[in-house]
């Protein structure tokens, strides 16, 4: 055996973005223990770039009790099957107004593969035309604003942007070469 083989699994709490099980496991070497995993639907992360301009947006962020910066990020839980240029696009509409003509996906993220099972998709989105957004209620102090690249990499650099999917993200355009 060269994996973890599961069990048993109970689900210990759920709402609407979120369930957490614990499974019982047996590892590689035969011994059983417990993991506790954090399931989330797939998100879907949006780079909406403007020439030099990059938008992202800002909202209170409770688990750390601060506001961040971020890339434009989501899930679609009431539509799981979504495909993920479909959620990327919903995402970016909703959280900034903007809609794109064109999306490249730019990779796949693991957000916390040591505690949770969801994954992102990372796009890039251009050809941008600006419209009115449409955010859920828990979105309600979101704010967007455009920044060149210098900017977004000096928010990075000195802690302004800490969000590790963004930082991942920015990555990845970086080595699209685009």
Request: glycine residues 8%; charged residues 30%.
């Amino acid at each position: 055996m060269t994996h973890i083989e599961r069990l048993a699994s109970r689900e210990v709490y759920r709402n609407n973005w979120m369930a957490l099980r614990e499974d019982d496991i047996r590892r590689p070497d035969g011994s059983d223990g417990i993991y506790a995993v954090v399931d989330k639907p797939t998100y879907a992360l949006v780079i909406a770039r403007d020439g030099d301009r990059f938008r992202l947006v800002e909202q209170y962020r409770y688990p750390l009790g601060l506001r961040r910066w971020e890339f434009p990020q989501g899930t679609a839980p009431d539509q799981k099957d979504l495909a993920p240029a479909d959620l990327a696009a919903r995402e970016l509409r909703e959280e900034t107004g903007l809609r794109a003509s064109e999306l490249v996906r730019l990779g796949l993220l693991d957000v916390a593969p040591g505690m949770s099972s969801q994954r992102g998709w990372v796009f890039l989105a251009t050809g941008i035309t600006e419209g009115e957004h449409d955010r859920e209620h828990e979105e309600q102090d979101m704010h967007s604003e455009w920044f060149t690249r210098s900017e977004v990499e000096q928010m990075m650099r000195d802690g302004v942007i800490t969000d590790a999917q963004s930082i991942a993200a920015w990555t990845l355009l970086v080595l699209s070469g685009r």
